[in-house]
């Protein structure tokens, strides 16, 4: 091999450390964060909960992936998307060890003393899921049956309006796909859920013989919103990206690809 020169040497050199330096860049750009110093997020949730987030062949999907990828873009940050769990995605959020929380989260009064919340991006409200065959008519006919929810959900607080807040009557499951299983089983008489996700239940499992019955008068409309710690900066940032896709027409657009309606996006923001 011939010997190179050392001017040769000392610019091969000097190329080799601009190139390390830039590729240097690039991975601390890639890991923590936007082009425009911004750091990635750290978004957590509950993929048990499908349209809205359930998990496809392993990745997390569903109406409400599709929304945080939109208002984020909005913002102008990244995020890494964490399947947690219930229970430790509120944890997470409480010890600020995640950013944002996106899990049909009801935006209640008592989340409101521990975490912020964004403006309203979904209307819900729950239901009942029954046997086709059940005597079960509304929410008054409860009363002396057996009835499975998700715990710590609204669906359990509705539960516990009609049956007490210890009654033996109600059975907690950590998610609402348990619950469902424990109504399929004979276990229990009636599931208590947001009408979205029983719906899809039922449209998907024709052979389940399954039906949703709806109470207006025992079941108030709830929001979702966006979850974050208390005092989160992020909060401003992503209300405003809420309401651009609200205007923008991106928020429409997704919502109808999942439930082939249009929204009622004046009703979100007039909770605004």
């Known amino acids: 091999m011939k010997k190179l020169k050392l001017t040769t040497i000392m610019l ?4 080799l450390i601009l190139s390390a ?7 601390n750009s890639d890991k923590n964060g936007t082009d425009d110093g911004k750091k990635k997020l750290r978004i957590v949730t509950d993929a048990a909960y499908a349209p809205f987030e359930y998990l496809d062949k392993g990745e997390v999907t569903g109406f409400s992936v599709d929304f945080i990828t939109a208002v984020a ?4 940050y990244e995020f890494d998307l964490a399947n ?8 997470e959020l409480e010890k600020e060890i995640a950013d944002i929380g996106i899990s049909s989260i009801t935006i209640t009064d008592e989340r409101k003393e521990t975490y912020d919340f964004s403006v309203p991006y979904f209307l819900s409200t729950n ?9 079960i008519k509304s929410a008054e006919d409860l009363k002396d049956k057996t009835v499975a929810v998700q715990s710590a959900t609204t669906g359990q607080e509705a539960a516990e309006g009609l049956l007490g807040k210890n009654s033996s009557q109600i059975k907690k499951f950590e998610n609402n796909n348990l619950a469902i299983l424990e109504l399929k089983s004979g276990g229990a008489d009636a599931v208590i859920a947001d009408n979205t996700v029983i ?4 449209k998907n499992n024709p052979k389940d013989n399954f039906i949703v019955i709806e109470d207006v008068d025992a079941f ?5 919103g966006l979850m974050f710690p208390k005092g989160s900066k992020l909060k401003a940032e992503f209300d405003k990206a809420v309401n651009a896709i609200f205007e923008n027409g991106t928020y429409a657009k997704i919502y109808e690809e999942w439930f082939n309606v249009e929204p009622n996006i004046k009703v979100l923001k007039d909770q605004q």
């Open 21 to 27: 330096c830039g590729t240097s860049e690039k991975s």
């Open 220 to 224: 108030e409309q709830e929001f979702y």
């Open 73 to 76: 873009k909005e913002a102008g």
């Open 84 to 91: 947690t769990g219930w229970d430790p995605l509120f944890i």
């Open 12 to 15: 091969l050199a000097f190329m």
């Open 127 to 135: 239901k009942i899921l029954i046997p086709k065959d059940s005597d």
């Open 199 to 202: 719906e899809e239940y039922v």
